[in-house]
C-alpha cells in the first residue's frame, strides 16, 4: 500500500520552463489537494478537488493548474515557471467522509532559476 | 490577518521540560481541529485532534477554547525526539480544506 505518491521528488526548471507534478493515491480516496510549503512557513493550498473531474482553487492558485481525470490521479502544472514558485509542493488525499484521515505525500522540492 | 496564528519560535527546552504551544484562529464557523507534526525536509503527519473538552494522549494534552478561538498543545516531559515543528491546523466548516499555522519549532536538548 503506497498511500500517496509524488513525482518527481526533486526538480530544478528555469524561468518559464513548465511543468507537471504528479499525485498519485491507492486509496481510494475522493478528496485531493496541492500545498506548498515556503521555508519556514506553513503550508497553503493551492488547489484542491473533492471529485473526479472536479477542481477548486485554493488559498494561492495563481500561476497554477490543476487537472483531475482520474481518481486516484491529481496533476499539478505550472505553465510558466517563477523563481516565486521556488517551493516544497505536498500532495495530500482524503476520503472526504472522515475528518482526520488526511495522507500527505513526501513532498517535492522545485527550485526555479 | 492570517487564519491561523502561531508563535514560529524556536522554543530551545531542556529534556524532561514542559512547553506549551499556542495559536489562535480568526474563522469562528471553523469546525474541527488539529496539531500536526512536521520533521525536518518530511510531510506534515497527524499528531492528535484538538477537542472542547481537551484531549490527552500519554505525555500530549491539547485543548481548544472555541469562545475564544484558541487552540493550545502542552507537552510534558519532552524527549529529544519531540524536536520538530508543530502545525495548528484548521479544517473549515465545509470539511473541505485545511488551513495551517505557520507552525512552531521545537529544539529538545540534552
Known amino acids: 500500500n503506497a498511500g500517496v505518491t509524488q513525482t518527481p521528488k526533486f526538480r530544478v526548471l528555469k524561468t518559464g520552463q513548465s511543468m507537471t507534478l504528479l499525485c498519485a493515491q491507492d486509496m481510494n480516496h475522493e478528496y485531493m489537494y496541492w500545498y506548498r510549503q515556503d521555508p519556514g512557513m506553513g503550508l497553503r493550498l493551492i488547489h484542491y478537488s473533492v471529485g473526479e473531474g472536479t477542481t477548486a482553487k485554493g488559498e494561492v492558485p495563481d500561476g497554477y493548474n490543476v487537472s483531475r481525470l482520474k481518481k486516484q490521479n491529481f496533476l499539478l502544472g505550472l505553465e510558466s515557471a517563477a523563481p516565486s514558485q521556488t517551493s516544497v509542493y505536498f500532495c495530500a488525499s482524503n476520503t472526504g467522509t472522515e475528518i482526520y484521515g488526511y495522507t500527505f505525500g513526501s513532498g517535492t522540492r522545485l527550485t526555479v532559476v | 490577518r492570517k487564519e491561523v496564528e502561531q508563535d514560529p519560535g524556536p522554543f530551545n527546552v531542556p529534556e524532561g521540560a514542559t512547553v506549551a504551544f499556542n495559536c489562535t484562529y480568526s474563522?469562528?464557523?471553523?469546525?474541527?481541529f488539529f496539531w500536526y507534526r512536521q520533521d525536518c525536509r518530511k510531510e506534515p503527519k497527524l499528531l492528535m485532534s484538538v477537542y472542547s473538552s481537551g484531549n490527552e494522549d500519554g505525555r500530549f494534552t491539547a485543548q481548544l477554547n472555541r469562545a475564544s478561538q484558541y487552540i493550545s498543545l502542552l507537552i510534558r516531559d519532552s524527549k529529544l525526539t519531540d524536536s520538530a515543528t508543530y502545525h495548528c491546523?484548521?479544517?473549515?466548516?465545509?470539511?473541505?480544506?485545511?488551513?495551517f499555522g505557520g507552525g512552531t519549532r521545537l529544539m529538545v536538548k540534552p
Open positions: 474563522n469562528s464557523a471553523s469546525q474541527s
Open positions: 491546523v484548521v479544517l473549515d466548516n465545509a470539511g473541505n480544506m485545511l488551513t
